[in-house]
């Protein structure tokens, strides 16, 4: 009997300790070291949050850029990929489908349209597109905004961001940040 109230009282002190006191204390260590990012890296403009720099949404105005397909629907409760494989006929489909929606794709040939600009990403909430993914966009902004493709073009590479620590990755734009930028150039 000894050992199974010392196990209830170890059981008592470890979910104290680990479920609630160090919880609290890691929570208020990010929140004072890392405030922005700890609630979530919400983005302001004119005052009102417009969404979070880590999770895409859905955009389909024409005068804006849009974030890769996502196969959840924009859903951050319901992260995923569609998980088809690459001969499933569904992940053809949902491509030519992405392919024939996305105004940017429709008057590229499909040979050069970029993989990540039709097929949904792993999380289905990626807030990153490529820089090919960017340029692709732009006749249809310039034309939808009467932006010049030059200055859409200067407004990307303004946005650009590096591979992280300078090594792993690629090049990206983060669409909301962008499309924030271009609301701003428009005088929105």
Same mark, same amino acid.
Do not use: C, H
């Given at each position: 009997m000894t050992n199974v109230w010392r196990s209830i009282r170890f059981t008592i002190v470890f979910a104290i300790l680990l479920g609630l006191i160090y919880p609290l204390v890691v929570t208020g260590i990010s929140n004072?070291?890392?405030?922005? =990012?700890?609630?979530?890296?919400?983005?302001?403009?004119?005052?009102?949050?417009?969404?979070? @720099? *880590?999770?895409? @949404? $859905?955009?389909? %105005?024409?005068?804006?850029f849009w974030p890769r397909p996502s196969a959840v629907k924009y859903a951050a409760n319901g992260s995923?990929?569609?998980?088809?494989? +690459?001969?499933?006929?569904k992940l053809i489909q949902e491509v030519q489908g992405n392919i024939k929606s996305d105004g940017a794709a429709a008057g590229t +040939?499909?040979?050069?349209i970029p993989p990540d600009m039709v @097929?949904?990403?792993?999380?289905?909430? %990626? $807030? %990153?597109?490529?820089? =090919? %993914?960017?340029? *692709? =966009?732009?006749?249809r902004i310039a034309k939808a905004t009467g932006l010049s493709q030059s200055s859409l073009q200067t407004l990307v590479a303004q946005n650009e961001q590096g591979p992280s620590l300078g090594i792993w990755g690629i090049r990206m734009v983060n669409v909301m940040k962008l499309n924030l930028a271009l609301e701003k150039q428009i005088g929105r």
């Open positions: 004072v070291l890392f405030p922005f =990012q700890s609630k979530g890296s919400m983005v302001t403009y004119n005052g009102k949050v417009v969404g979070s @720099e *880590l999770i895409a @949404e $859905p955009v389909t %105005d024409p005068r804006l995923g990929g569609s998980n088809y494989g +690459p001969t499933d006929p +040939p499909t040979s050069s @097929e949904s990403s792993a999380s289905g909430l %990626d $807030p %990153d597109i490529t820089i =090919q %993914d960017a340029m *692709l =966009q732009i006749p």
